[in-house]
């Protein structure tokens, strides 16, 4: 298996996305292969400065960077010989089987839509993030930006992707799927999750558990936390600015320390026809250590090939 890991991506690039390769290729079993795309002679200092060995990587070399001012709309047909452009390429000829990558959001969402092609029957694609529970375990919350409006219809295929994604990646037999709204009742929310409510409840292809509010995300009540891509972008900033501030104040706490972004590394793209993995903008080493090693159980699951058969 290879994994194609864009060097120019985020705040701290090259120097973290190579040091972070470094980490994961020890810890990574042994069919894994990396693939480093950016410009050969850069990536090739930063290894020789950290005394690994090239020949444990695999090079190909893309001198062109998309930043994350570029739009991410233009950015791909200007920019072809780009690591996000040239990976792109590679994972749609199949020449990598997964591809993780820091930067550009926007412009790792245009080229899966793009490149690689949303799976047919998905209205839109989606991302999540792992919510920690106060029980232990973790939740998956979609969407959390990339669709900051949606329609019932989506929502649902929101809640058919997460339940794929628990089972999948993450090993839930049975996963609890709920909708996030403002009551418990059927009829609490906006028009929006009033109609979701309806839809989910009459599905048999989740496992339903209603709705749930605000203060219950924490909980562990559910497995997957269905919402819009606006709502649940506000929850992980908020998730987010929560752990910064108990840092900032010296708060050292078992379960708060699971809401570092380090734990977790990256997130899927789901419902398109690749393993796509985004990482955040601030990734350090160890981030982008977990961001590649979760690339790999992704791509091992065959999540996107089983989200295919789901909707095929």
């Known amino acids: 298996m290879k994994i194609g890991i864009d060097i120019f991506g985020g705040d701290f690039a090259p120097d973290a996305n190579i040091a972070g390769a470094i980490l994961a290729q020890k810890e990574l079993p042994q069919d894994a292969k990396l693939v480093l795309l950016g410009n050969q002679d850069q990536i090739l200092a930063c290894l020789s400065e950290r005394g ?5 990587f695999e090079i190909v070399h893309a001198p062109d960077e998309i930043t994350m001012h570029d739009h991410p709309t233009r950015a791909i047909p200007q920019k072809p010989n780009s690591s996000i452009s040239v990976g792109f390429d590679l994972l749609a000829s199949n020449e990598i089987q997964a591809f993780a990558s820091t930067g550009n959001t926007g412009a790792m969402l245009v080229g899966s839509i793009y490149k ?12 999540t993030s792992t ?12 969407d959390v930006g990339s669709n900051a ?15 794929i994604y628990a089972k999948s990646v993450y090993g839930v037999e049975k996963p609890r799927v709920a909708l996030l709204s403002i009551g418990e009742e ?28 605000g203060r219950d995300i924490f ?23 929560i752990y910064t501030l108990m840092k900032k104040r010296g708060i050292k706490d078992e379960y708060f320390d699971r809401f570092n ?5 990256g997130t899927a793209i789901l419902g398109v026809k690749g393993n796509v993995i985004i990482g955040h903008g601030i990734s350090n080493d160890i981030a982008v250590k977990n961001m590649i090693k979760h690339s790999y159980e992704v791509a091992k699951s065959g999540l996107s090939v089983k989200i295919n058969e789901a909707f095929n």
């Open 52 to 56: 690994a060995n090239p020949d444990d």
């Open 116 to 127: 690689i092609h949303t799976i047919p029957g998905i209205i839109r694609p989606c991302i």
């Open 131 to 142: 919510i920690p529970a106060i029980n232990g375990g973790n939740s998956i919350l979609l």
């Open 149 to 163: 409006d949606c329609k019932p219809d989506v929502l649902y295929q929101f809640a058919v992707l997460g339940n």
């Open 186 to 213: 059927e009829t609490k929310g906006n028009l929006l999750t009033i109609a979701t409510y309806k839809l989910l409840a009459e599905s048999e292809e989740v496992n339903f558990i209603g709705n749930i509010e």
């Open 219 to 241: 909980s562990g009540i559910a497995d997957v936390i269905v919402c819009d891509g606006f709502t649940g972008n506000i929850v992980l900033k908020e998730a987010e600015g």
């Open 261 to 265: 972004y380090e734990n977790y590394g």
